[in-house]
């Protein structure tokens, strides 16, 4: 074996940068986190090639003095921490002093700086085999330049895994996306090969808050966002989620900030996940763009090179704080939440066009009202319905006789025909209503169309809901509310089920035993590797008993708790609800259609059917206009 030697301080360093500097937005990372530190309430950053041929990043804040400048390229030298409790409840996003040595050893690096009160500013620049600093005086603001010129230069092998320019600048683009999101009090410029990409000015107020998001996230997010805004248990969850309407395909529209710093966190991402569960349509992908304030000392960053990773002292707090706030919060978004989005959209689109609120020659539509409705029922089931509901949770019914009564409060189990065809437009006593302040969100209905949607009329425009997917919603929250209002009652195996599982997960098993009582399942360990189980929940009794626990199991692993049973329990809610609501080809009478429109308005999530389908949308009277080219 070869003597043991001690390397040579720029090899050690261009080690650490394969960690630290795997690109040009990495190096714009850690540039644009040390002028945050230091207080900058500006930040330019102008780039050539890509990053590859040059990254300059000059700031406003506070500047290195000229004898600190030689440490400020060495290694592991930093005035961010200074013993072990500084690093045990780190404030800032820099903290162990080796970007700035790593970027200088892989490229032809030059700080300039200037502090407040110097005479003049001061140029380092480091060269040769040790790395010997070189400072010279220099003319500079007060505040901090970094030139970083021929990024990999010198590591032919580490430039040639780079992509092509407007790849490694779309790294670039995105990383500045995410520190200006991250601090609103600071303005950004972005310039790429001599042209202005970003320029951001601070935003001070919620208002200009919501201008900076919606130029970089895009005005739509906006408009079909929630504001959130809670605070628990020491911690503040706050900022913007978009409704599921506005899903995406890709997870490309997710920003998680935790005290100012961008992360990605399983933890996170399994919580919000959970809160959108029964809202989004198959594999889409929730939107937002979130911040997570809590007490420095209860986040452990130190657990990864690049800090996008972090370690939450009480991990279970955090995730059951963020996944309840936000699942409180789209629980609550309205059908007016919706509109707002929907009109927002529909004006996008009219560009030249009138209001959508007047037609082409500036009159007011007039809005109709159905013959009084009459609510079919409140949010609560009726004490009658609450049982005849739970005589088929333990055996007494079918599935299709659980939601019975909620089909029943529509007119649709009897009464109509079920293969009768309908009249595409169903006479009903529609007259004028004057009084438009009180309209309701979703208008009057006006006619059924194929027995599938109702046509409903509002000052907006025209509302189509699809009356099974609106129903469906509105049934399975009733059985929820109806499911919640009583204890989850477990039935014993005839023969328990001996399950041969890791060491590992038959300790946490026994570890949350009580916890997995309370869900309905008795889960003993009978060995260093074997759990029984003994009872299940009554509800889940057709489901597959070992897949279900091994799912359990798994979770409690990974996540230190498991929603499994809630999450199968819902979807044979959602199974009985879609079987017992409002078919197709069912004729609805116009105070029929009206109860459905109201109870939809109270009713959480009902702008999404069980399965995440949209269950209403709106066309503006601006967008009938211009399909008919009025006001031409």
């Known amino acids: 074996m070869p003597a043991i030697r001690l390397l040579s301080p720029r090899l050690a360093n261009q080690i650490a940068a394969g960690e630290v500097v795997e690109r040009p937005a990495s190096v714009v990372k850690e540039l644009v986190e040390n002028a945050l530190d230091a207080g900058a309430d500006r930040v330019d950053v102008e780039v050539e090639q890509g990053g590859v041929k040059l990254i300059r990043v000059r700031d406003t804040g506070s500047g290195i003095a000229e004898n600190d400048l030689p440490l400020a390229l060495s290694r592991h030298a930093t005035s961010k921490i200074v013993d072990l409790e500084d690093l045990e409840a780190v404030a800032s996003l820099g903290f162990r002093g080796e970007a700035l040595a790593s970027i200088s050893s892989v490229s ?5 700086s200037k502090t407040e009160g110097a005479e003049a500013a001061s140029r380092v620049e480091v060269e040769g085999r040790d790395m010997d600093a070189k400072v010279s005086p220099a003319a500079h603001p007060v505040g901090t330049t970094v030139e970083v010129r021929d990024l990999f230069f010198n590591t032919p092998a580490r430039r040639k895994f780079l992509r092509t320019e407007k790849t490694e600048f779309g790294h670039v683009e995105e990383c500045i996306k995410r520190q200006a999101l991250a601090r609103f009090e600071t303005g950004f410029t972005l310039r790429h090969n001599q042209r202005t990409v970003q320029s951001l000015r601070p935003a001070e107020s919620q208002l200009d ?42 997870a490309d529209l997710q920003y998680f900030f935790v005290n100012h710093r961008v992360i990605k966190d399983r933890l996170v991402a399994h919580a919000v996940r959970q809160a959108y569960r029964d809202v989004l349509y198959n594999n889409r992908q929730p939107a937002f763009v979130l911040y997570l304030e809590v007490d420095p000392a209860n986040v452990d960053v130190n657990v990864h090179p690049t800090k996008h990773e972090v370690r939450f002292r009480d991990g279970r707090l955090v995730h059951d704080f963020i996944f309840r706030t936000l699942h409180r919060a789209l629980g609550d978004v309205k059908p007016e939440d919706h509109m707002h989005g929907a009109v927002a959209q529909s004006m996008s689109r009219e560009v030249g066009h009138q209001s959508h609120t007047t037609g082409s020659q500036g009159t007011t539509y007039p809005v109709s009202s159905g013959g009084g409705y009459q609510p079919s029922q409140p949010i609560a089931w009726q004490a009658q319905d609450q049982m005849g509901f739970y005589q088929s949770l333990n055996g007494g019914g079918t599935t299709e006789a659980a939601a019975t009564a909620e089909t029943s409060s529509y007119g649709v189990q009897g009464g109509f025909g079920s293969m009768a065809a309908p009249s595409p437009y169903v006479a009903g006593d529609i007259t004028p209503a004057h009084d438009s302040d009180h309209e309701p969100t979703l208008g009057y209905a006006i006619a059924q169309l194929h027995g599938i949607y109702i046509l409903a009329q509002s000052r907006q425009g025209m509302i189509v809901v699809d009356m099974h997917a609106a129903h469906e919603r509105i049934t399975y929250e009733r059985m929820k509310i109806a499911l919640d209002a009583q204890d989850l009652k477990s039935q014993p ?80 809610l959602g199974t009985m609800a879609c079987h017992g609501s409002v078919r197709a080809n069912r004729q609805l009478t116009i105070p029929e259609m009206n109860a459905l429109l109201r109870d939809m308005e109270a009713t959480e999530r009902s702008g999404q059917c069980n399965h995440g389908r949209p269950t209403w949308t709106l066309v503006t009277m601006g967008e009938l206009d211009k399909l008919f080219l009025r006001g031409r």
Do not use: Y
């Open 209 to 250: 808050r919501e201008r900076r998001v919606g130029a970089l996230c895009g005005q739509q997010f906006i408009d079909n966002a929630v504001v959130i805004d809670a605070e628990a248990s020491g911690l503040r969850l706050w900022g913007w989620v978009a409704l599921p309407t506005f899903s995406r395909s890709q």
């Open 493 to 572: 195996l005839l023969v328990p089920l001996t399950l041969a599982v890791s060491q590992r997960e038959a300790s946490v098993a026994e570890a949350h035993a009580a916890e997995l009582q309370l869900l309905g399942l008795q889960i003993e360990r009978m060995g260093p590797e074997t759990l029984v189980v003994r009872q299940i929940p009554a509800l889940l009794r057709g489901a597959d008993t070992e897949q279900l626990v091994r799912d359990v199991v798994s979770d409690l692993v990974e996540n230190g708790q498991s929603d499994r049973v809630k999450a199968v329990t819902n979807e044979l």
């Open 108 to 112: 032809r690096l030059a700080l300039t």
